[in-house]
DNA sequence: AAACAGACCAACCGCAACTAT
DNA sequence: GATAGTTGCGGTTGGTCTGTT
């Protein structure tokens, strides 16, 4: 956090400055006064949304005096809002460099990785989102959810829940030199399949693989510098108003269920990923690292193919095949196996040590969380 | 055109961490 | 070490906008 040193300070240094910085006398004895009135009776401070004039006057006061020491822009300026009204104002309206408007693909991409490596740390999405701020995030996530939530589909896109199976399965192979030896290779795949979501009558999942190279494109997961990511046709059908899983899900991965944060992915993870169209994004079950409930889907979640011209018009790039498939249908083969024991081993030592296990539900895993959380 | 529902957004609140005294 | 003040974070709420019936 970028706490300013000394940003406790009391403000008689900056009180005095204010005094000689300019030759606003009138408001200079308006706010004397107001300090003097602040002695015999309490300032009844505003609340409520902010207008221009009180947007300037915290505008003015950041450019003469920074960023910090809130609590004594009411004192120095007279603006009759609280430190903390102040803050937040300036940060996630005021600051220069504030990208407004709505998200693009990539970031809308970036947050979920964000979110599935992070769980609900707003501010920390923000510091990887330039000119974003953590309440935008937030809102954007929780409507997001919401939405999904309601309509019985998965929270992340498959490419996150893919690297989340496989984070954890690497996380296990760290902690258990056994977990490499599988016994029974069609218990596992049955298990993974069940844990996927996916019935006896279904494709297997490694079908899929074949499927998700026919329109690969590479997206590095959570790459140290995520914008660097290539423009991912992914997240178009994750934008508003459009529809990316087309069937509904029993188990959607919850931003806010007991997992908790969840398993790390290490930059490393540098696999290639294929981009679906949102064709084979339905195929796609979420993994839950606590499955819920198995449930049948559809038969004809598999048959149904976006049209090309439909995903082209998508952006998805579905219409076109790429020349290096085959090694995408390589690595992808590999990686749905990877994903098949990942999902098939859940030692209970991965399990959060934080006590976000124990709020089913979750919605504050802010409070154990913290602690230590700080000073990053 | 009106009513309604859902989405979106800004702001507030409580809590915890941090720093200075 | 205790305390007070400040800051930051995450959850929540309420108002407004927009699309649908």
């Not at 929780?142 to 998965?154: E, F, H, S």
Request: glycine content about 8%; overall charge neutral.
């Amino acid at each position: 956090m970028e706490r300013s040193p000394g940003a406790a300070l009391t403000s008689s240094p900056e009180e005095e400055e204010e005094k000689t910085a300019d030759g606003h006398a009138g408001e200079e004895a308006a706010a004397e006064q107001e300090q003097e009135e602040e002695a015999a009776a309490p300032v009844v401070l505003k609340k409520g949304p902010w207008t221009t004039a009180e947007d300037a006057m915290l505008v003015d006061h950041v450019r003469r005096h920074g960023e910090g020491n809130w609590n004594a822009v009411q004192r120095l300026t007279g603006l009759l809002r609280c430190g903390k009204s102040c803050r937040l104002r300036w940060t996630n309206h005021l600051r220069p460099n504030l990208k407004k408007g709505s998200f693009s693909p990539d970031e809308e991409l970036l947050i979920a990785q964000l979110h599935a490596q992070l769980g609900n740390k707003w501010a920390r999405m923000a510091a990887h989102l330039p000119g974003r701020t953590d309440n935008e995030i937030k809102n954007y996530w929780n409507t997001r959810t919401k939405r999904r939530q309601r309509a019985g589909l998965p929270v992340y896109p498959p490419e996150v829940q893919l690297q989340l199976a496989l984070a954890k399965r690497r996380r296990y192979d760290e902690l258990s030199p056994l977990s490499g030896t599988a016994v029974n290779v069609q218990g596992a795949l049955d298990a993974a399949a069940a844990a996927a979501g996916y019935t006896s009558s279904r494709p297997a999942p490694l079908d899929l693989a074949r499927q998700l190279a026919a329109t690969s494109q590479t997206v590095q997961f959570l790459s140290p510098t995520p914008f660097s990511a290539p423009s991912s046709p992914w997240a178009k059908p994750f934008a508003r108003n459009a529809q990316y899983f087309q069937l509904a899900h029993s188990s959607p991965v919850s931003p806010s269920t007991p997992t908790g944060p969840l398993h790390p992915v290490t930059p490393d993870l540098s696999l290639g990923y294929g981009v679906r169209g949102a064709d084979q994004q339905s195929r796609l079950a979420p993994l839950s690292p606590s499955p819920g409930p198995r449930v049948e889907l559809p038969s004809n979640q598999f048959g149904q193919a976006m049209p090309p011209t439909s995903a082209a018009a998508a952006g998805l790039g579905g219409g076109a095949a790429l020349p290096d498939q085959h090694q995408n249908a390589a690595s992808l083969e590999k990686m749905l196996q990877e994903l098949h024991d990942a999902i098939k081993v859940d030692p209970p030592a991965l399990a959060p040590a934080n006590g976000d296990a124990a709020r089913p539900g979750g919605g504050s895993g802010a409070v154990l969380e913290r602690h230590g959380g700080r000073g990053e």
